[in-house]
């Protein structure tokens, strides 16, 4: 069955199963019964309380969209979700990965690469204290300013295709978490750009490593073993 066509029921079981337990172990660890449990991997007891279904989640050691399907927001606005900032992110990303993306862009002078290294420094703390609202200020703008500095012929290119990665990873990671998985390929489709226009072996691994990421949120578990196998033998010789 493809996972777009998955009911939450059906998620549920499945995440379950990849942790090698049966109804009965995961019942007693959210503290309901085998029979409640049934009722809704068979789609016969529909869950409609997000904190259900959060509960369910932690113990299964997944995220809650990848038991829902849908981009996940919190019940109330003092958690920082972040998912006004997707938006943002959406259009950077898009115009990064877009032949000639730069040019949509004008005349706009880029940030120099000094500002630039210190701004993912940044990003990077705000994304390791899960404030994704204040990533998704700051990300896109970096994205763009990387993007300009790319498409050009600068003496510091590989070190701006090096910062693009791991702003890249921030957008891949945070994707991720917030579910929109296919903002996450768009990501590690421009990290790997990157990773190939340098060459260095660190980042074809990092980029490997989130492909390998990208898969694993899709539940692809094979496709992700192959990317992995794949990039070790590439870096290998390295």
Known sequence: MATENMTTGQRIARARHRKGW??????????RSVSWLSKVENGRMPLDRMSVVGQ???????EMAELTGQPYRHETEELDSGH???PGLRLALQQATMPGGAALLGNREPRGLDDLEANVRLAEQLRQDAKFT????????IITDLLLITSGS???????????????????????LLGHH????????????AAQQV???ELVAAASWDLCGVWLHEAALDPAKNA????LDAIEPM
Do not use: F, Y
């Open 56 to 62: 369910l989640a932690e113990a299964l050691g997944v």
């Open 84 to 86: 006004s900032a997707i």
């Open 228 to 231: 992995a196998l794949s990039a």
């Open 134 to 141: 204040a990533l998704g200020e700051v990300l896109p703008s």
């Open 199 to 201: 060459g260095s072996p």
């Open 182 to 193: 296919d903002l996450g390929w768009t990501a590690v489709q421009r990290e790997l750009v």
């Open 22 to 31: 049966d109804q009965a172990t995961l019942a007693e660890k959210i503290g």
């Open 154 to 176: 600068s003496a510091d290119r590989d070190r701006a295709e090096a910062l693009m990665l791991r702003a890249c990873h921030m957008a891949r990671v945070s994707s991720n």
